[in-house]
């Protein structure tokens, strides 16, 4: 196996409206065209994704059971590649994303991955949510990854059981065994399926949060976690005091769940180190966090009740 083969994995479930573009950018990669295949997995699509992949002649087969996280470990299985490459089939690659990323991890037991870019014209809400920055994640994000394929099963890839987060489960898997993380914005790629209309953000962010519980080990140790739960509590109490016809207690109550989305909004904008240009869309950006958080709540929720099912 040659050291220097990558294997691009692309999960794909009913991603007709920006595959092409995916692939292309795949394509069309400054690394030598015979140093890398493309391996495009089918998650039970309904749409044209199988046809649109073939007509790239790209390698494709199904996965049809598990959630993205088994999608990728069996295109990881299948990839012929001494490194992997995973990035999402609503992505577009740099022309250099290979061959910057080869040269980042020839190097011992390292591992990298990018952030994502807004596309050229963005919507309002992807603005107000992915703030202009310079600065990368903290922590891998799935559809920007590359990695040694041994150090990939060496802490057994991604986690199967969990529909959500498995990439930041990933990114503390590698860390505790002792391999070096890095997060580099040269390594962005454009994602183009970033949620555009509010009520795909909320159930987007359901999603994310529907396994708290379930990856509590890990939650506890995330901030937001605590403010999920700070939310939950003051919207409860606010009801309480609503049947006690407390006017005093209710008004309390409801200042402290409109200051912790104040709190989320804070904390991005000064991340974002672009504090003033990014203040402009101070409004949007309250709007996205108090939605965030309301989100989260119900997939606190959810989390509960698949574990009480489970008992």
Not at 100 to 111: D, E, R
Not at 193 to 218: C, M
């Amino acid at each position: 196996m040659d050291h220097d083969f990558i294997s691009i994995i692309v999960p794909a479930h009913n991603e007709e409206r920006y595959l092409s573009q995916c692939l292309a950018s795949l394509i069309d990669q400054d690394y030598p065209s015979e140093k890398y295949e493309i391996i495009l997995v089918n998650n039970n699509s309904t749409d044209g994704t199988e046809k649109i992949a073939k007509s790239f002649k790209v390698i494709t087969f199904d996965q049809k059971t598990g959630p993205v996280g088994a999608v990728r470990n069996a295109g990881a299985a299948s990839a012929k590649g001494s490194i992997l490459a995973f990035i999402d089939a609503d992505c577009i690659a740099p022309k250099n994303w290979l061959s910057t990323g080869f040269s980042l991890i020839n190097n011992g037991n390292t591992v990298c991955g990018g952030g994502y870019d807004l596309r050229p014209k963005p919507f309002w809400l992807e603005k107000a949510w992915l703030l202009k920055t310079d600065q990368p994640p903290k922590d891998l994000l799935g559809g920007c990854i590359i990695i040694n394929k041994n150090h990939f099963f060496s802490i057994g890839g991604f986690d199967e059981k969990i529909t959500s987060g498995e990439d930041t489960k990933l990114t503390i898997s590698l860390k505790k065994k002792g391999y070096k993380v890095i997060m580099d914005s040269a390594l962005n790629v454009i994602h183009l399926g970033n949620p555009i209309k509010l009520g795909h953000f909320f159930t987007r962010q359901v999603w994310h949060s529907e396994n708290y519980l379930q990856n509590f080990s890990d939650s506890i140790k995330d901030p937001t976690f605590y403010l999920v739960i700070a939310f939950l509590a003051s919207i409860v109490t606010m009801v309480l005091f609503i049947i006690l016809n407390n006017s005093a207690g209710f008004t309390i109550f409801f200042a402290i769940a409109a200051i912790i989305p104040v709190t989320l909004s804070v904390k991005r904008l000064f991340r974002s180190k672009y504090l003033l240009s990014n203040l402009r869309n101070l409004p949007s950006i309250y709007l996205l966090d108090l939605t965030y958080v309301s989100a989260r709540v119900i997939g606190l929720y959810k989390s509960f009740v698949t574990i009480i099912k489970s008992i």
